[in-house]
């Protein structure tokens, strides 16, 4: 399955799942290239440092006309040849231009446990709540704000002493273990979708694992 | 500190504080009584089966006079000497007239991981939406519904197989786990309030446990 990613930032996310595709890790995945909306981010030499080709789309050339601006991404997508749209670290909602060519083919990661805590600021907004256990999802994208199908999840503590920064590390941390797994999933056809539910194909849980839980503060404390 | 419990169905959870009270995990609560919305409700025979007396308050004697109805549990709250209220499956929202009289001192367990899915039927809602992490949340009650400040949190996956059913049993396990300990930790003094982020005395987490995490499905599915 051909994918492209898009990236705001840093692209450490992008970076987690272009090393696990190099550790043979992601087989079903050809990446074809990184379509960035702002200029000089990070996100441009991590591609480059991994062979990537990139295409820079600055959305603030756009002057807000963000169809004119989905309409420059839709066709850097189709010029990478994209089956699969990866957005790790895209900073922006997408709209109809692109979701409309890609129905259910574009992947998203969010720091929080949705359905809390969708939108933006939200490492502030977990800790200014009061969360005890915060986290990200992998899930795809539909028209409204990180509120698609969700395929995998991962959940951590928030400890009395974190802050927003602190929490968004220990989140990140997360992303990068789990993102490069739900690209394996899907590009190798395993996800499918019962309504908005997403059910991973040959995954029958053990009694064991389905002890798994995460507690905080931990009941020793 | 003296308590009173309320439920409005089996009373599984005021059953795993009182076991937890008579193993004597809970040194700083003394238990004084149940309050019971809905008659021959099974949290009668359980209270009752711990010595613990109980009073009934059937809501619907009441015909929709909610502050009528609130007076008379405020009533058998005081009864009972009642310092602090703990709601373990109380079904009905309570209003000022008993919230004011306990400010900061109702605490309820809901089975979501809040600010997820507050409210009622939520294991539908959770299988619904097909979020892979689910779990139980203990807080202070405020004039929400389910907003207050978390106290203590656990998540569990959700397989699947499940279906509300599967997914309520499977939380329910872990609210008779948390529960007691919150209980505990609020009638010795340790939590406290810093705004409305809850804070546990006396506990630092290592950096061993700072690395737990709950990870759904697992990334070896």
Redesign the interface.
């Known amino acids: 399955m051909k994918v492209a990613c898009m990236c705001s930032g840093r692209g450490s996310n992008m970076k987690s799942i272009l090393e696990a595709k190099a550790a043979g890790r992601i087989p079903g995945a050809e990446f074809r290239g990184l379509i960035c909306d702002e200029e000089g981010a990070g996100a441009l030499e991590t591609a480059a440092a991994f062979g990537l080709p990139s295409v820079t789309v600055p959305f603030r050339d756009f002057k807000g006309d963000r169809p004119a601006f989905e309409g420059r991404v839709l066709e850097a997508l189709r010029g990478f040849g994209t089956e699969l749209v990866v957005l790790a670290g895209f900073q922006r909602v997408l709209g109809k231009t692109v979701l409309g060519a890609y129905p259910g083919k574009v992947m998203n990661i969010h720091p929080a446990?949705?359905?809390?805590?969708p939108g933006h600021q939200v490492w502030a907004k977990e800790?200014?709540?009061?969360?005890?256990?915060a986290?990200a999802t992998v899930h795809f994208v539909d028209e409204g704000v990180d509120s698609g199908?969700?395929?995998?999840?991962?959940?951590?503590?928030v400890?009395?002493?974190d802050g927003p920064d602190e929490l968004s590390a220990?989140i990140l941390a997360?992303e990068h273990?789990?993102f490069p797994?739900a690209v394996d999933w899907v590009t190798s056809g395993r996800v499918t979708l019962e309504?908005?539910?997403?059910?991973?194909k040959?995954?029958?849980?053990s009694e064991a694992?389905?002890e798994?839980?995460?507690?905080?503060?931990?009941?020793t404390?």
Do not use: D, N
Request: hydrophobic residues 50%; proline residues 12%; aromatic residues 8%.
């Open positions: 446990l949705l359905p809390s805590f800790t200014g709540y009061g969360v005890k256990i986290g199908p969700i395929i995998l999840q991962g959940a951590v503590p400890l009395e002493t220990r997360v273990r789990i797994v309504g908005r539910v997403s059910r991973l040959g995954f029958g849980p694992q389905a798994a839980v995460l507690i905080w503060p931990p009941l404390a």
